[in-house]
């Protein structure tokens, strides 16, 4: 097989079964550090092998095997884990024959176990989201700095600061029982929307989605739901998964290319999606008082169920936004009501509050941020400030398409 094949092969299993292969191996060796090592150096096995010996027609199943042989071996030569290879019974993992072919059908999905592990409460909240893209994204360090709009120095003492506390105080590899999910369930759902978040639109890399993990955290929020039917959060967090997730196929051109919502082909939009999220909207929001999720899920819902841009009920969702900034603020929904409230009032209403969030941290990384600056310049005809704010967006933009995108408005403006 040609290299490059190879390579691109490897690239591709791994990203969909990065989290399966990391939860496997962390269930069997209880430690996350030795788990991400070996399973680096299966992928390293991979690309030596596969251009040679072809793709194994259950990759999964290979990587799993290599991986698991490459932690014995590192067990046996390090005389501060020979204690735990009895306790462990891990030598029969390294005799044992390769997978047959049919084998990754069998593979253990213990992802739902690992995800608990990372977001236990002993850990600190942006740890806890540093920790699901790390492992069960397997992102970069740098991929989840951007994603959390933080540093990558910051970022890399959360993942090490967390992985430590997780060894030290043993916390446990399981789902929890029912008594202790209502009290964890605000951080697990904010977990489980940072992860969808990567996957809708992802904070780096040559594509701006990655379906794959926005329907890693469906799948999650489903199984949580399953854990926990009478909570409405987690039923206004999977509706408005569902409702944005449903746009995914008209986002991006043929090519790859960002394609706005104002110029979406909406019959691309997966409308059996939309009406799993419409039905789950109102148990969601009633009764009693509406979470922050269920909002979103509401204005997610007035999107998809408006004929277009201009046929959409902005008044609407602008009340919806002052309901989110009363029960969550934060900037960037202050950026997504000042968007809003341009498309009601009209670009100089929505710059004047764009303007007032020019000194918070965190948008500063943000590039949303100065490209919806740039747009509303743009839109008031003041084509010098907006070619400045798409140059200031296009030095934070992560993704090719997200760079792209604003190069072809920098050039309409003259930039």
């Known amino acids: 097989m040609h290299r490059s094949a190879a390579d691109r092969a490897v690239e591709k299993v791994f990203r969909e079964e990065h989290g399966r292969l990391l939860a496997s191996l962390v269930s069997r060796f209880g430690d996350l550090d030795l788990a991400e090592e070996v399973a680096a150096e299966a992928v390293e096995a991979a690309l030596r092998h596969w251009p040679v ?17 490459r932690a014995v071996d590192r067990l046996r030569r390090d005389r501060t884990y020979a204690a735990r290879l009895a306790v462990l019974g891990v030598d029969a993992d390294r005799a044992a024959p390769a997978p047959p072919a049919d084998a990754d ?63 030290e105080a043993r916390i446990p590899f399981r789902v929890p029982g029912p008594d202790e999910l209502p009290q964890r369930l605000p951080g697990v759902l904010q977990v489980l929307y940072s ?115 201009p046929g959409t009920d902005w008044p609407q969702i602008v009340a919806l936004y002052d309901v989110l900034s009363a029960l969550a603020p934060s900037p960037v929904v202050a950026l997504n009501r ?10 100089g209403a929505g710059l004047e509050l764009l303007d007032a969030l020019a000194e918070e941290p965190r948008l500063r990384r943000h590039h949303p941020y100065p490209a919806a600056r740039a747009e509303l310049l743009a839109r008031l005809g003041r084509r010098a400030e907006a070619a400045a704010a798409y140059r200031a967006a296009l030095a934070l933009a992560g993704t090719e398409p997200d760079r792209d995108h604003l190069r072809r408005r920098l050039r309409e403006v003259g930039g």
């Open 105 to 167: 059908r069998d593979l253990p999905d213990e992802r739902l176990q690992l995800f608990f592990t990372c977001t236990h409460p002993a850990l600190p909240a942006d740890a806890r989201g540093a920790l699901v893209l790390r492992c069960l994204a397997g992102l970069t360090t740098p991929e989840v700095a951007r994603a959390q709009l933080a540093s990558e120095a910051t970022t890399a003492q959360r993942i090490v600061r967390a992985k430590k506390k997780i060894r």
């Open 195 to 309: 992860l969808f978040t990567e996957g809708y639109a992802a904070s780096g890399g040559p594509r701006l989605q990655r379906s794959d993990l926005a329907e890693e955290a469906i799948r999650l929020t489903r199984l949580l739901r399953g854990l926990l039917p009478g909570e409405r959060e987690v039923t206004g967090l999977l509706a408005l998964m569902l409702l944005v997730h449903a746009r995914r196929a008209a986002r991006t051109g043929p090519d790859g290319a960002l394609v706005l919502m104002a110029d979406q082909d909406r019959g691309r939009w997966d409308r059996p999606m939309i009406e799993e999220g419409l039905a789950l909207v109102p148990p969601a929001l009633a009764p009693g008082p509406p979470g922050p999720y269920a909002v979103q899920a509401a204005i997610a819902a007035l999107h998809d169920e408006a004929p277009d841009v």
């Open 338 to 347: 000042a968007v809003a409230v341009a498309m009601r009032d009209g670009p």
């Open 53 to 69: 010996d072809g793709v194994p027609r259950r990759p999964g199943a290979w990587l799993l095997t290599t991986a698991r042989r």
